[in-house]
């Protein structure tokens, strides 16, 4: 069995790069959403473990830590706190078997399983599927099962991003936004496509799709 499950307190992690390191001691770094990702691995009892750092959510979590001292002094947060943990803010610890992967493609795969509320934004608002206007059951039934293959959709979209390592460059909604401007038009009994607008050849392109 696959398998790439988050760890949180655990022993297994080593911070030593992040507590005496900098960043030369980091194995590298990715783009993910327009955030730079670094990361390195540790291996304890035979488990394969990386470690992801996104310092502009550290600088987040500790500007909340920070705030909590001043309004929350009686549940626990303290300076001496705050600097016990602000190694740890910003980062993700992730073990897997899945050895032959790199670090980018371990933490996409990981990101794509836990954004639950992604799914339900691309529901409500890529999909415009928030409402419905049905009258029968029978008819909200159709309704939702379409929906659900526009997700299923959306999300193998999201697969072939991963695969080409274009997540940085493109979302689903640019790809569905780039890809509905590749228009056809019939002229008599024959289909003839229009001029492919820039944007949405070079997507074609990078994404290895063949349209006839």
């Known amino acids: 069995m696959q398998y790439i499950l988050p760890l949180k307190n655990s022993n297994l992690i080593s911070y030593t790069i992040l507590?005496?390191?900098?960043?030369?001691?980091?194995q590298g770094y990715f783009k993910f959403k327009e955030k730079f990702i670094w990361y390195y691995r540790c291996e304890k009892e035979d488990l394969l473990i990386w470690v992801f750092v996104d310092y502009s959510l550290k600088t987040e979590e500790e500007q909340d830590y920070l705030g909590r001292i001043e309004t929350h002094p009686e549940e626990g947060y303290t300076i001496k706190n705050f600097h016990q943990k602000?190694?740890?803010?910003?980062?993700?610890?992730l073990v897997t078997n899945l050895k032959?992967?790199?670090?980018s493609k371990i933490f996409?795969?990981?990101?794509?399983?836990?954004e639950i509320e992604q799914m339900f934004d691309?529901?409500?608002?890529?999909?415009?599927?928030?409402?419905?206007?049905?009258?029968?059951?029978?008819?909200?039934?159709?309704?939702?099962?379409?929906?659900?293959?526009s997700l299923v959709y959306y999300y193998k979209i999201y697969k072939k991003l991963i695969e080409k390592d274009l997540l940085s460059r493109y979302n689903c909604s640019d790809v569905l936004l780039y890809l509905s401007k590749y228009r056809r038009v019939k002229i008599s009994t024959h289909w003839i496509g229009l001029q492919i607008p820039k944007q949405t050849k070079k997507l074609i392109e990078d994404l290895g799709l063949h349209i006839t």
Do not use: C
């Not at 507590?19 to 980091?26: R, S, V």
């Not at 602000?86 to 610890?93: D, P």
């Not at 996409?108 to 836990?114: A, L, P």
């Not at 529901?123 to 939702?144: A, I």
């Open 86 to 93: 602000e190694h740890t803010f910003g980062t993700i610890a």
């Open 19 to 26: 507590k005496e390191g900098t960043k030369k001691d980091f």
């Open 122 to 149: 691309a529901f409500k608002n890529t999909l415009q599927s928030d409402k419905s206007y049905m009258r029968s059951d029978y008819s909200l039934e159709g309704w939702m099962f379409i929906n659900y293959l």
């Open 100 to 103: 032959e992967l790199p670090a």
């Open 108 to 114: 996409q795969y990981f990101k794509s399983r836990v």
